[in-house]
């Protein structure tokens, strides 16, 4: 995620680029493809200031309480 421009936030799972949240992107739910693609399975992607974190963190079993 970091070669993405993605930097770690404190919550496992959580990647952001300032544009773009991307929650639950754990090893078992990122796949690299013998193409080279990554494929997201199950991750939840919001546009970053748009209260997605918030969501995330009151929805989400993984997130930090």
Known sequence: ????????EQDEGY???SNYD???AVPNNVLKG????LYFI??????S???GYDTY???SPR???
């Open 42 to 47: 199950d991750t939840i992607i919001f546009k």
């Open 15 to 17: 990647f952001t680029n």
């Open 34 to 37: 013998e193409d080279g693609h």
């Open 63 to 65: 997130a930090s309480k």
């Open 1 to 8: 995620m970091e070669q993405l421009g993605f930097r770690k």
């Open 22 to 24: 991307i929650f639950d």
């Open 57 to 59: 963190h009151s929805l």
């Open 49 to 51: 200031g748009t209260g």
